[in-house]
């Protein structure tokens, strides 16, 4: 066996062994204290961006469901409100069958008249004050498009939560589209007072109970404000309101027999042609019989109004019903990919524990083993030295 002084492979040998041996006893130690296979991309590159990406899409995902669940808070605010307005519409048709027998006293009807009015009013009321934060969700401040949700990281993922306007004004704007009264303007109404659905007869109705001839008149009276555009375009027009002092006014007022109806029952029958005798006479009015069909077709005017704008609540509420199921549909989607993905990131960048442990045991017997070597290697230039003695 050859000795030298100058160099020591075995040494050098067992250096760089032991230097080997302790980096991956390092990156043992690393992996199982972090519980990560990939601390840094030396570790596995091609697994790091994969990992990354999976990382990105949790990510997105989770804020996702954070803002579907914002969307459900919403429509449920939204609902909550428009089942109360729903009640009180509900009511308001209770009251409007009870107009209907015309044994009621002038002190009774006066009663039905004001919770018919407090009920109209806390609809407007209800439907100005809800809010989500600080942003109106159920008048003309709402969206008519409705609030868009992302609810996926993709680009054009956005689902739609759409709260409506409970307006009274805008419900029967509602009313008016569901009834494709189209091409009558407001403006023009008491000229086509039969062709402009469940308002016009409504208008119709007011004119009967208070005695009003024209049109045109009674029309300003329900519904005041700048009146322009077509009647469907009342969902939209804040400017236009109805009088619900007025409106009440159907409900509480009693048809009687007076001097000059006539020119009612022309303007009335020119638009309603319902009325089996039109005829009345100058000197004493409308016959009892013509009370009778008057009576019933004031009742039905309101009845039929409340029945249909508590329809529009009832759609309106069916349609915030169905996107919320799709928005719990959206979050049961999500929270699924998120678990799955999540199990595709741990298999890349978890540590695996009985492989990682026994890789470290091996190492520290090696480390002690190769320690033990090299210090015997440093000894055998000190051979040389004793031939030299």
């Given at each position: 066996?050859?000795?030298?002084?100058?160099?020591?492979?075995?040494?050098?040998?067992?250096?760089?062994?032991?230097?080997?041996?302790?980096?991956?006893?390092?990156?043992?130690?690393?992996?199982?204290?972090?519980?990560?296979?990939?601390?840094?991309?030396?570790?596995?590159?091609?697994?790091?961006?994969?990992?990354?990406?999976?990382?990105?899409?949790?990510?997105?995902?989770?804020?996702?469901?954070?803002?579907?669940?914002?969307?459900?808070?919403?429509?449920?605010?939204?609902?909550?409100?428009?089942?109360?307005?729903?009640?009180?519409?509900?009511?308001?048709?209770?009251?409007?069958?009870?107009?209907?027998?015309?044994?009621?006293?002038?002190?009774?009807?006066?009663?039905?008249?004001?919770?018919?009015?407090?009920?109209?009013?806390?609809?407007?009321?209800?439907?100005?004050?809800?809010?989500?934060?600080?942003?109106?969700?159920?008048?003309?401040?709402?969206?008519?498009?409705?609030?868009?949700?992302?609810?996926?990281?993709?680009?054009?993922?956005?689902?739609?939560?759409?709260?409506?306007?409970?307006?009274?004004?805008?419900?029967?704007?509602?009313?008016?589209?569901?009834?494709?009264?189209?091409?009558?303007?407001?403006?023009?109404?008491?000229?086509?007072?039969?062709?402009?659905?469940?308002?016009?007869?409504?208008?119709?109705?007011?004119?009967?109970?208070?005695?009003?001839?024209?049109?045109?008149?009674?029309?300003?009276?329900?519904?005041?404000?700048?009146?322009?555009?077509?009647?469907?375009?009342?969902?939209?027009?804040?400017?236009?309101?109805?009088?619900?002092?007025?409106?009440?006014?159907?409900?509480?007022?009693?048809?009687?027999?007076?001097?000059g109806q006539s020119a009612l029952i022309t303007g009335v029958a020119a638009a309603f042609t319902a009325f089996a005798d039109t005829a009345v006479d100058s000197a004493t009015g409308f016959s009892d019989s013509q009370i009778n069909q008057l009576h019933a077709f004031t009742t039905d005017a309101l009845l039929t109004a409340m029945t249909g704008l508590s329809s529009e609540v009832t759609?309106?509420?069916?349609?915030?019903?169905?996107?919320?199921?799709?928005?719990?549909?959206?979050?049961?989607?999500?929270?699924?990919?998120?678990?799955?993905?999540?199990?595709?990131?741990?298999?890349?960048?978890?540590?695996?524990?009985?492989?990682?442990?026994?890789?470290?045991?091996?190492?520290?017997?090696?480390?002690?083993?190769?320690?033990?070597?090299?210090?015997?290697?440093?000894?055998?230039?000190?051979?040389?030295?004793?031939?030299?003695?």
């Amino acid at each position: 066996m050859a000795l030298f002084l100058n160099t020591n492979m075995a040494a050098s040998t067992g250096r760089y062994n032991l230097q080997q041996i302790s980096d991956q006893i390092n990156l043992s130690v690393q992996k199982l204290s972090t519980g990560s296979r990939v601390n840094a991309s030396r570790d596995d590159a091609a697994g790091l961006r994969l990992a990354d990406q999976m990382t990105t899409q949790l990510t997105g995902l989770t804020q996702s469901n954070r803002n579907a669940n914002y969307g459900l808070a919403l429509a449920q605010i939204a609902e909550g409100s428009l089942t109360e307005v729903s009640t009180n519409l509900q009511r308001g048709y209770q009251l409007a069958v009870t107009s209907g027998n015309r044994t009621l006293s002038s002190e009774g009807r006066i009663a039905l008249g004001e919770e018919f009015k407090v009920l109209m009013e806390t609809n407007n009321r209800i439907a100005n004050n809800t809010k989500y934060g600080d942003i109106q969700i159920l008048n003309y401040e709402s969206d008519s498009a409705g609030f868009k949700i992302q609810t996926r990281p993709e680009p054009a993922a956005a689902e739609t939560v759409t709260t409506g306007n409970a307006i009274l004004g805008a419900l029967f704007g509602k009313l008016a589209n569901t009834e494709s009264i189209t091409g009558q303007t407001l403006s023009t109404i008491s000229a086509n007072l039969g062709n402009t659905g469940t308002l016009g007869k409504l208008i119709a109705a007011y004119m009967v109970v208070t005695g009003e001839s024209d049109a045109g008149v009674g029309a300003d009276a329900l519904l005041t404000g700048t009146r322009a555009g077509d009647i469907s375009l009342m969902l939209d027009n804040s400017a236009i309101e109805v009088d619900i002092t007025e409106l009440k006014k159907v409900l509480v007022n009693e048809v009687t027999a007076q001097v000059g109806q006539s020119a009612l029952i022309t303007g009335v029958a020119a638009a309603f042609t319902a009325f089996a005798d039109t005829a009345v006479d100058s000197a004493t009015g409308f016959s009892d019989s013509q009370i009778n069909q008057l009576h019933a077709f004031t009742t039905d005017a309101l009845l039929t109004a409340m029945t249909g704008l508590s329809s529009e609540v009832t759609r309106q509420r069916t349609r915030l019903g169905a996107e919320q199921n799709g928005l719990s549909s959206t979050i049961r989607a999500n929270s699924t990919a998120m678990v799955n993905i999540k199990e595709a990131r741990g298999r890349i960048t978890d540590t695996d524990y009985a492989a990682e442990t026994a890789s470290l045991t091996r190492n520290r017997i090696l480390f002690d083993t190769v320690s033990s070597v090299l210090a015997q290697a440093n000894q055998r230039p000190g051979l040389a030295m004793a031939l030299l003695r």
